[in-house]
């Protein structure tokens, strides 16, 4: 048992230190609940409430206005699963004698298909990576993030922040460091083990040359000018945006999320097992995989539509 903090955002600083301390949170979940939190404190504190007085009442009010304000249902159901997670707090840590939100139904998200890439798509890119950069490093570096992301399904975050000790000696399979911490191992490609040994030969040798100059070698894989020391996801999307104008692809539909997608989607239609994909995406519940599922079938019933003798001949008749 602890004593409440005097205000709500002494109650959300604990509550988020207590989410990094014992729950090894990834930063950005705690920015999310975070924002979500301090817009109910906001909320509240209009209406002379607190966290420490708030009733079931005000919750759903809350949830109601966020509703009139436009917000959608999975940003609702975020913003909802953020207070429970807060209330189960500070009821475990003595602040409250109840839980307000319990027994509150959120709206439910809508689950929206992954956008996705088809093969040529991404073989494309890969193409133009290797002519896209002003020097023969930034074209190697460009060429093995895209093939990377492929090849591997990692999270953008996952891949800036990649050590570079991760991937000496030529590796068939790298340990990643997901979300909330949990590692796993993925594999590599053929293409991404060759793109990776040409890429480190250039950037040892530029970090050869900086290292004359005073400049510290980096430890990641791909080093960047800014305070986290690499490349940022910033940085990334930036570069797959110019890959897809330069391939005549929608920029929109390029991202290092939809690259994941592709990875997961080409997978499945490949034959692999959900489980499988699930370790390799490092995805904590089977449920959120399956989704891939879905996009395979649209995937099976436009190839029955369009390739099929008997659909063929009515589509002629």
Not at 70 to 93: C, D, N, V, W, Y
Request: aromatic share 6%; with cysteine; hydrophobic share 40%.
């Amino acid at each position: 048992m602890s004593r409440a903090p005097a205000s709500m955002e002494g109650w959300i600083s604990t509550f988020l230190e207590s989410m990094a301390a014992e729950l090894d949170a990834a930063k950005n979940t705690r920015l999310a609940y975070g924002r979500d939190l301090l817009d109910f404190a906001g909320w509240l504190a209009h209406r002379k409430r607190s966290f420490e007085t708030a009733l079931r009442e005000d919750v759903e009010g809350y949830l109601i206005s966020c509703e009139a304000e436009g917000l959608s249902k999975s940003t609702r159901a975020r913003r909802l699963s953020s207070i429970r997670q807060l209330f189960r707090f500070a009821h475990e840590e003595g602040w409250r004698d109840d839980h307000p939100a319990l027994r509150i139904h959120g709206p439910g998200a809508v689950q929206r298909l992954p956008k996705t890439l088809s093969i040529e798509q991404v073989q494309s890119l890969i193409t133009a990576a290797n002519t896209l950069g002003r020097s023969p490093s930034d074209r190697a570096r460009n060429t093995l993030l895209v093939e990377l992301l492929y090849a591997t399904g990692m999270r953008v975050s996952e891949l800036v922040e990649l050590p570079v000790a991760a991937v000496r000696g030529d590796p068939r399979m790298i340990l990643v460091r997901g979300k909330g911490g949990k590692e796993r191992m993925v594999p590599l490609s053929d293409p991404a083990r060759a793109a990776l040994v040409h890429w480190l030969a250039l950037r040892d040798a530029d970090e050869a040359v900086a290292k004359t100059k005073g400049i510290p070698p980096s430890r990641y894989l791909f080093p960047g000018n800014g305070a986290a020391g690499h490349l940022t996801r910033q940085n990334v999307n930036h570069l797959l945006r110019e890959l897809a104008l330069s391939c005549g692809i929608a920029p929109d539909q390029v991202t290092p999320h939809t690259l994941r997608h592709a990875f997961a989607t080409h997978l499945l239609a490949g034959g692999a097992d959900l489980r499988v994909i699930q370790m390799l995406l490092g995805h904590a519940d089977v449920a959120t995989t399956e989704i891939y599922t879905h996009v395979l079938d649209d995937h099976l019933k436009t190839l029955v539509l369009t390739r099929h003798p008997l659909a063929r001949a009515e589509s002629e008749d």
